[in-house]
T-cell receptor, first 111, second 116 residues
């Protein structure tokens, strides 16, 4: 079945550092890819998405590019802030069906 | 747009008791999903409704679990004879059937269940 693998955390960075969180996927078809974020004490929020190969999703300074050849959707941000501390989930869906999530990566940003 | 709401936010129960959770999706969202998230893991799909029809159920959804969506609006998830392994966060999400964002699910805050 479909699956998502993301790098284990926690990822610990200083403010203004560059962030990469790796995500790879396995799917039988052509899924849409998503990054969701869960801030402490809050629900899951959609951060960005991409629906086809070579699409780039972006939001709040975060970016991710749908790479079909490497089945990857790595999340990047050029300069993280303390307020970016959260758990980040990579996910895929095929059609309008269920989302398949990775295990999540906790990001801790210190001042 | 008030977002997806879930009630209660927290539920503590004793093993063997029945519990019921409610989810109110974003208005006019035809699709509704239930997920379960345990500590340190990503959400796992449980079931999916399009309007009032339950179209898919995960094998995680044992016969102690039942979900309904009467009239295609709010949904309930009931767990009978709860077990300690049922302790988790239960998440509800909804998405529109037409227009922009049909492939995007919007999540509620979740109901945290603790089974003692």
């Amino acid at each position: 079945g479909d699956s998502v693998t993301q790098m284990e955390g926690p990822v610990t960075l200083s403010e203004e550092a560059f962030l990469t969180i790796n995500c790879t996927y396995t799917a039988t078809g052509y899924p849409s890819l998503f990054w969701y974020v869960q801030y402490p004490g809050e629900g899951l929020q959609l951060l960005l998405k991409a629906t086809k190969a070579d699409d780039k999703g972006s939001n709040k300074g975060f970016e991710a590019t749908y790479r079909k050849e490497t089945t990857s959707f790595h999340l990047e941000k050029g300069s993280v802030q303390v307020s970016d501390s959260a758990v980040y989930f990579c996910a895929l869906s095929e059609g309008f069906q269920k989302l398949v999530f990775g295990t999540g990566t906790r990001l801790l940003v210190s001042p | 747009d008030t977002g997806v709401s879930q009630n209660p936010r927290h539920k503590i129960t004793k093993r063997g008791q029945n519990v019921t959770f409610r989810c109110d999706p974003i208005s006019e969202h035809n699709r509704l999903y239930w997920y379960r998230q345990t500590l340190g893991q990503g959400p796992e799909f449980l079931t999916y409704f399009q309007n009032e029809a339950q179209l898919e159920k995960s094998r995680l959804l044992s016969d102690r679990f039942s979900a309904e969506r009467p009239k295609g609006s709010f949904s309930t998830l009931e767990i009978q004879r709860t077990e300690q392994g049922d302790s988790a966060m239960y998440l509800c999400a909804s998405s529109p059937q037409s227009g922009q964002g049909t492939d995007t699910q919007y999540f509620g805050p979740g109901t945290r269940l603790t089974v003692l």
